[in-house]
């Protein structure tokens, strides 16, 4: 039960995540570089108040914990952030939302599902059918808004889906799910002058409206967001973990319809059953090795 409450809330906050960059990017309300940095940035700024908050605590009821406390993240993970944040940034721009969808979570499930069978992590019979229907409702989801993509934007964006399912396994052996996304959030920051450069070119493009978008990003969806799945991660398996982020496009487009006034279509609605159905029967269908 544990699990499926933060796998849910963190699942809503990648999809709120995703409309935040839609809003932005797609709009031309801020450029891929600066609602990089300012993603980054309110995200450590967010999770720097809330740890600060957490450890004041700690330390006035004297309920100290050397392991939570010693937790500062890892290079490794930063790095991994810090890669899919910028990637698919530049990718958005690059990629209609179909083809970008398409290759990111692609590379999402090769990563996780990758892992998780090198680690032995053993599949049903039922559960490799709920994931192939799972992913065919996927496609058929995104790819009628499908276009030819350009090696760019193709390779960023599959890149990016790497280095966040990188990231995402990563999050199995954290101690502190708040700390270690804090201090990830933080350490990629070393990353930010050298972005700046770039981004001072579009100076003249940000709008107030794409800073708030990149605030909401950073702070909300990717900040507390990323914290509450690090929480969910070592609860799940890599495959699970994998699968269950295919219900993040049917979210996101479900996001669209309630706030941008986007059209609600008989293929969305059949294709949000086969992935929803799927991954639950995926879920409840537990083999054991």
């Not at 937790?71 to 698919?88: E, H, K, P, T």
């Not at 799972?134 to 499908?146: H, N, R, T």
């Not at 396994?169 to 930010?192: D, Y």
């Not at 990003?217 to 973990?241: N, R």
């Amino acid at each position: 039960m544990k699990a499926t409450l933060y796998t849910i809330i963190a699942l809503i906050a990648f999809a709120a995540n995703s409309l935040f960059c839609r809003m932005a990017l797609a709009q031309g309300y801020i450029d891929p570089w600066n609602f990089t940095i300012i993603r980054l940035l309110s995200g450590a700024a967010c999770l720097g108040i809330i740890m600060g908050v957490y450890s004041y605590n700690l330390k006035r009821k004297g309920a100290f914990n050397r392991e939570i406390l010693n937790d500062r993240g890892s290079w490794r993970s930063s790095i991994s952030l810090l890669v899919y944040a910028l990637s698919f940034s530049i990718a958005y721009v690059e990629l209609d939302t179909g083809t970008g969808a398409l290759i990111l979570f692609s590379a999402v499930q090769l990563t996780m599902i990758g892992w998780g069978i090198y680690q032995k992590e053993q599949l049903s019979k039922l559960q490799w059918a709920a994931f192939i229907v799972a992913l065919g409702g996927f496609v058929y989801l995104m790819l009628p808004s499908a276009a030819v993509p350009s090696v760019l934007g193709a390779s960023l964006m599959a890149l990016s889906g790497v280095a966040w399912g990188i990231y995402s396994i990563r999050g199995k052996v954290c101690v502190s799910p708040l700390r270690t996304t804090g201090f990830n959030f933080v350490r990629s920051l070393v990353a930010v002058p050298i972005l700046l450069l770039v981004g001072m070119s579009y100076i003249k493009t940000v709008s107030i409206e794409g800073i708030l978008l990149a605030c909401a990003s950073g702070a909300i969806a990717s900040g507390i967001g990323y914290s509450i799945w690090y929480v969910a991660m070592p609860l799940l398996k890599s495959t699970q973990a994998a699968v269950v982020q295919l219900c993040v496009p049917v979210l996101a487009a479900i996001a669209g319809v309630l706030f941008l006034s986007e059209q609600l279509t008989l293929e969305f609605i059949i294709a949000s059953s086969l992935i929803l159905g799927a991954v639950l029967v995926f879920i409840l269908n537990k083999h054991k090795a």
